[in-house]
């Protein structure tokens, strides 16, 4: 995404070509990060943040996983002026969530998941999709749905024709004196 400034141009300059606009999320690496090649390789998940202190751009690694989600290390790296357009590289990846099957999906020898099924999408430290499906737990305890820490990965190519968002509600955490009640 090049743009260029119109009053530059009107002054006789020539087209002035701005960096890489960047857009927080999830990306996958697919070059080093310019001054920083010791942390930031090809094929690496990374999270891409752009407000407040992180601004204009800040790449976060994944620290840990909890719940097949991501949690990424802060402060993270500010992207050089000079490595703005490094984000030309970057593939933008699905967010992590909640989906449900498009169509059957075969794995491996026999295993097969139904379509319509729901999905938990994940990556991994190297930003290979993985899904995970919903289940109920027999002895039926409560009613919720489990989902392994064990998926199955995916082709990131695979993904556009596999799933689809499903929307969810998301209970706000309860602060420590609801809790303790």
């Known amino acids: ?3 260029t400034v119109s009053s530059d141009a009107q002054l006789g300059y020539g087209p002035l ?3 890489f606009e960047y857009s927080p999320g999830i990306y996958k690496t697919t070059q080093y990060l310019p001054g920083h090649e010791a942390q930031i390789a090809p094929d690496l998940l990374v999270l891409i943040r752009t407000d407040g202190e992180f601004a204009p751009a800040s ?3 994944p620290v840990n996983n909890v719940h097949n989600q991501w949690r990424f290390q802060m402060p993270g790296v500010k992207i050089p002026d000079t490595s703005m357009n490094w984000g030309e590289s970057l593939v933008k990846l699905k967010h992590e969530g909640f989906y449900r099957l498009k169509k059957e999906f075969t794995f491996g020898d026999s ?4 379509e319509n099924a729901i999905v ?3 990556y991994s430290r190297k930003a290979e999709p993985i899904l995970f499906i919903a289940q109920r737990r027999s002895p039926l305890t409560s009613n919720e749905l489990w ?3 064990k998926g199955v990965k995916v ?3 695979q993904l ?3 799933i689809e968002p499903l929307a969810w509600y998301q209970e706000p955490e309860k602060k420590k004196e609801e809790s303790s009640n």
């Open 17 to 19: 070509l701005m960096a």
């Open 111 to 114: 295993g097969k998941w139904i």
């Open 1 to 3: 995404m090049q743009r």
């Open 147 to 149: 989902f392994s820490e």
């Open 59 to 61: 790449v976060l690694l």
């Open 160 to 162: 556009d024709d596999l």
């Open 120 to 122: 938990q999408l994940g």
């Open 155 to 157: 082709e990131l190519d």
